[in-house]
């Protein structure tokens, strides 16, 4: 029964994400990637991959987005590549980690990618400012926005700074575009990861005065009339891509708000349905 009940989650969740991931090979990330590109839109494409649990692992999450990132020069895509750090391994060993991302940033500058390094275990911090002085053709992805306050003001290197928000900030009651604002003063540029709607709209409706340095980022899937409408407005605008095989773990922290009520709801229908 147990068994069963588990196949019934896993077909529940894909149905619910499959629109937000591009697919399991990274072929099917540069497709979706071509196709916001012709509607005037870049793209941030990333791997899925859980933290690895030995070096092959790590070796294969290296070479993936080395890989991604020679992709998409040869392709001419408008994308930047989006990784987290603990894919390389920093949760085994932090120089090795380091490694693994000095090749990828050396592939990516030569191939002229773009570069976002998320920070996602006390490690990766460490070796982000350790081993990345100059910040060239790379930018930082942190989770909150006191994060990005700290980064904004103590790391000169640091020029662009990705902040992906977390549920707090996106409550009705913290929908306030001063704090992105003053980050934009000091930045070349800033990408705000998943807004909802009424934070989004907030920042559309400003003047430009900083939107040249503000670009909002939606997860794929998001309504395209709702981002060409926010084009439209002046607003730049960004998605991102997820490919990989790897799409169970993804589902858990990205899906989109309001899908957990209507997986929850799914569930319960399909397990007294057997």
Not at 18 to 36: D, L, Q, V, W
Not at 140 to 152: K, P
Not at 184 to 203: D, H, I, Q, W
Not at 258 to 263: D, E, F, I, N, V
Request: charged share 25%; net charge positive; hydrophobic share 40%.
């Amino acid at each position: 029964m147990a068994a069963k009940q588990g196949s019934i989650v896993e077909r529940v969740i894909h149905r619910l994400v499959r629109k937000h991931i591009s697919g399991p090979t990274m072929g099917s990330a540069i497709a979706r990637a071509k196709e916001y590109n012709k509607k005037g839109m870049p793209v941030s494409i990333n791997f899925i991959s859980s933290a690895p649990q030995d070096k092959a692992r790590a070796n294969y999450n290296t070479t993936t987005y080395m890989q991604l990132a020679r992709e998409i020069a040869r392709m001419g895509i408008k994308a930047t590549v989006h990784l987290k750090l603990e894919q390389l391994g920093s949760g085994l060993e932090r120089e090795y980690a380091a490694r693994n991302l000095d090749s990828i940033l050396a592939v990516a500058r030569k191939a002229g990618v773009f570069v976002w390094c998320e920070l996602t275990d006390p490690f990766s911090e460490t070796l982000l400012l350790e081993h990345v002085h100059d910040g060239k053709g790379m930018g930082v992805a942190v989770h909150s926005l006191e994060e990005a306050i700290r980064y904004a003001k103590a790391n000169k290197a640091i020029k662009e700074l990705k902040i992906m928000l977390g549920k707090k900030e996106l409550d009705g009651k913290h929908e306030k575009t001063e704090p992105i604002e003053s980050i934009t003063k000091s930045l070349r540029s800033v990408v705000l990861n998943s807004p909802n709607e009424g934070l989004a709209s907030k920042l559309s409706k400003k003047g430009t005065k900083y939107r040249s340095s503000l670009i909002l980022e939606f997860q794929l899937g998001y309504g395209e009339k709702k981002l060409g409408k926010m084009a439209k407005k002046g607003s730049r605008i960004s998605v991102v891509i997820p490919f990989g095989k790897d799409w169970a773990s993804y589902a858990m922290t990205n899906v989109p708000e309001g899908y957990t009520r209507a997986l929850a709801n799914r569930l319960l229908h399909e397990g007294m349905g057997d």
